[in-house]
């Protein structure tokens, strides 16, 4: 680094630095009562060999982290994200009530485009060629339209989650650059979730916007649940956050639907 010049870390950790206003980021204040995620005794066996970027890799385990990472999604060169990020934009404007929900909004896009650097950065540690793959939201959970404000905090409150849950995964990943921003992308997430949730209990604070949050409950919660394909400790993380999505509904006077209603895979 050329003398004098700041680390680009320390950029990016100022410009951070810069944007803690009161409630921005929300994860200050879930993380300062301790762990706010479940613990998951996963039944999965951790493996005891650990790789690096620029280490040679088995093929079969190039490929597994490639899939997971187009699962990802948040990625500089995917154009799918990118696209994803703008919709959000055309929502806040269109939808958004307040100076501050959408300043929070916009807060959320410039963390999503920094995990979308960190992502970025494992891609073409990867594999180059992988760095500019479009890989569209295969999940119908991004694709629910999003009518109102109400259905982009349960996007926020339960898809960030989802996000979170994922990331908290990886903190034992064998893979050194995922285990690396692990811990990040987790905090940022249930940031991301808790904006969701903040919004939630703005929209129930009155009548009408309560029969409003209950009735669209009925279509994010079985998407939620549907995240979380079939396969091996799935069902576990699966139950996890189900307990954590309930007791948050509860707390804000609402009933969780029937865990098996709505839902298109089980
Ligand atoms: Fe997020």
């Known amino acids: 680094m050329a003398e004098g010049l700041p680390s680009e870390m320390s950029v990016i950790e100022d410009a951070e630095r810069r944007g803690r206003t009161g409630r921005w980021p929300f994860w200050r204040q879930a993380y300062a009562k301790g ?6 005794a996963c039944q999965v066996s951790r493996p005891t060999y650990r790789f690096d970027e620029g280490e040679a890799l088995p093929e079969e385990y190039k490929e597994l982290l490639i899939k997971m990472l187009r699962h990802e999604g948040e990625r500089a060169g995917n154009k799918s994200f990118l696209g994803f990020m703008a919709t959000c934009l055309d929502i806040a404007e269109a ?6 929900a959408k300043l929070l909004k916009a807060e959320y896009l410039a963390e999503e485009l920094k995990h979308a650097i960190m992502f970025h950065r494992v891609a073409v540690g990867l594999q180059h060629d992988f760095a500019l793959r479009d890989v569209p939201y295969a999940h119908y959970a991004f694709h629910l339209p999003r009518e109102t404000w109400a259905d982009d905090a349960f996007f926020h409150f339960f898809v960030d989650l989802n996000g979170a849950f994922h990331a908290r ?3 034992e990943s064998s893979y050194g650059p995922l285990a690396k921003m692990s811990a990040t992308v987790e905090r940022d997430e249930l940031g991301h979730s808790e ?7 703005e929209i129930v604070s009155d009548r009408r916007g ?8 009925l279509k994010w919660y079985p998407a939620a649940l549907d995240m979380f394909v079939k396969s091996v400790g799935n069902a576990e993380i699966r139950q996890a956050y189900k307990s954590y999505v309930d007791r948050k ?17 089980l």
């Open 35 to 40: 762990d706010p995620l479940p613990q998951l």
């Open 95 to 100: 939808l958004f009530p307040t100076a501050e």
């Open 169 to 171: 995964d990886w903190r």
């Open 195 to 201: 904006m969701g949730y903040y919004f939630l209990g």
């Open 210 to 217: 309560r029969e409003l949050v209950r009735r669209l409950l």
């Open 249 to 265: 509904l509860v707390a804000l006077g609402l009933e969780p639907p029937d865990e098996r209603a709505g839902r298109r895979f």
